[in-house]
């Protein structure tokens, strides 16, 4: 399974439930609070991308 960010196979079970390696999920985190700041918007382009990759794992 890839991470949903980077695209590196995931090897930590923790990991894989989360679908994110431990640095993307830290810097995901880091972009939620920076979006927060800015009033919490997240474009429908971020959705969409993500929606599409949660997709292509999940086959």
Not at 9 to 37: F, H, I, M, T, V
Request: aromatic share 6%; charged share 35%; proline share 3%.
């Amino acid at each position: 399974m890839p991470c949903l960010r980077c695209g590196r196979k995931l090897s930590n079970p923790l990991s894989k439930k989360r679908g994110y390696g431990n640095s993307c999920y830290a810097k995901l985190g880091a972009d939620k609070k920076k979006s927060e700041e800015l009033g919490g918007k997240t474009s429908d382009i971020e959705k969409n991308f993500v929606d599409e990759l949660k997709e292509m794992v999940s086959q």
